[in-house]
């Protein structure tokens, strides 16, 4: 009878695919999240701290991520209008809201406060879950998540408590636990791992989640691309700044949703073992989102200084926000389709290339370099699918695989 309630939590065959009201509330905290990562970083390069910055700002949005992540996968596998569920995705909304809070200071004085944030969602949810489950024998997954979330907890607590020159490594080593433990599926003695590919997850409702991620960190560019011109004295140079700036932001758009971005959803419901490829996805997501916010802070740059000097230091937004996307990109049109995509690749050198060079030239030269390339891959899309049929997904990932075969059958 217990085993029965707890199925009940389960995703029915016939559960909406759409994301709850509930979720994209949800987001509306990462909306702020990100924000706060993009501020750090800016702040860093003013301090002049910029490596330990990007290490510190990198390893406090991985956490972020996680908790988005995980939370992702919750309501792809459970169905979200259960009270439980929504109890939990509202419990993660709090505690995401007090991380970013936190995060602005959050190797400083507030240490503490973001590690009992991010443990109490890391642990709480999953022991929250495992006991809306009863006796079903599903709830031995959320037990392992709540297990490995107080491993890595101890490195947390550590580093929150113990001196500051030891919190960098002492969370470090969190968060090689944390990512490990899901990389490897989170296994435990006798029982071995239960790997998210092998989930049986909602597979459009996952797609979805995935770009409206996308989406809200490129709606944190528009946020910086106006707060940064409206906060400064108007100019023609700086209106020039913030047009290239949103042309940027408006082809990072198109280059991610020309077909691959469209498709992820079929992908998921075509691939056999839709676990792995979803699997898959969030780590290239991860990449794409910081691609695209490490973008808004080479915008920030530009605005502010369009035609002053250009700080070689600064091209690692500048350029690299918008490669590291492309990179992604790439991984993502592999998912999708099984091939190479040149245009991007070709991108990304053009962008190595010119680094040097520009080094001598302004801010506002770089990004119009940064735009034209990414006119070039949009362009080379819309060249390759000009007068074809519109592609169906052949993603290689899951491919001939039983559900119940190289991954264990739905834990």
Do not use: C
Not at 8 to 25: D, H, I, K, Y
Not at 153 to 179: E, F, I, K, N, Q
Not at 279 to 284: H, N
């Amino acid at each position: 009878m217990s085993s029965g309630r707890g199925a009940a939590l389960l995703r029915p065959s016939g559960s909406s695919p759409r994301a709850t009201f509930l979720e994209l509330f949800f987001d509306l905290v990462f909306v702020f999240a990100l924000t706060r990562v993009s501020k750090r970083l800016i702040d860093d390069i003013g301090a002049g701290e910029l490596l330990v910055g990007i290490v510190h700002t990198l390893m406090l949005f991985l956490a972020l991520w996680l908790v988005w992540s995980i939370t992702t996968w919750v309501t792809s596998r459970y169905e979200p209008e259960r009270s439980v569920i929504q109890f939990a995705v509202a419990g993660s909304m709090f505690g995401s809201l007090v991380m970013a809070v936190a995060l602005p200071r959050a190797f400083e004085e507030r240490a503490l406060t973001f590690v009992v944030a991010y443990l109490a969602v890391m642990i709480g949810r999953p022991l929250l879950i495992a006991t809306a489950l009863r006796g079903h024998p599903r709830r031995q997954v959320p037990f392992r998540l709540a297990a490995w979330a107080a491993v890595g907890g101890v490195a947390w607590v550590a580093g929150a408590l113990g001196p500051d020159d030891w919190r960098l490594a002492l969370w470090a080593l969190a968060l090689v636990v944390d990512s490990a433990a899901a990389l490897a599926g989170w296994p435990v003695p006798r029982l071995g791992p239960a790997p998210a590919s092998g989930w049986r997850i909602e597979g459009e409702h996952l797609a979805e989640r995935y770009q409206q991620i996308f989406l809200i960190s490129l709606g944190e560019t528009i946020l910086v691309i106006g707060v940064s011109f409206s906060g400064t004295e108007y100019s023609y140079e700086r209106a020039g700044a913030f047009t290239v700036a949103f042309l940027t932001t408006a082809l990072l758009w198109r280059i991610y949703f020309h077909r691959a971005g469209h498709l992820l959803a079929e992908a998921l419901r075509l691939a056999r073992s839709p676990g792995r490829l979803g699997a898959s996805a969030t780590r290239t997501h991860l990449f794409i989102v910081l691609g695209v916010l490490a973008t808004g802070v080479g915008y920030e740059l530009v605005i502010n200084h369009p035609f002053g000097r250009l700080d070689p230091a600064w091209l690692i937004f500048i350029l690299g926000g918008p490669a590291l996307f492309l990179l992604a990109r790439a991984r993502f049109e592999y998912e999708i389709f099984g091939r190479i995509s040149a245009p991007r690749l070709v991108a990304v050198g053009v962008l190595a290339v010119a680094a040097a060079p520009l080094t001598a030239g302004s801010p506002m030269l770089a990004l119009a370099v940064v735009a034209a390339v990414l006119a070039g891959v949009a362009v080379a899309d819309a060249l390759r699918s000009r007068g074809r049929p519109p592609e169906m997904s052949a993603s290689p990932l899951g491919r001939g695989e039983a559900a119940g075969g190289t991954f264990p059958a739905a834990p």
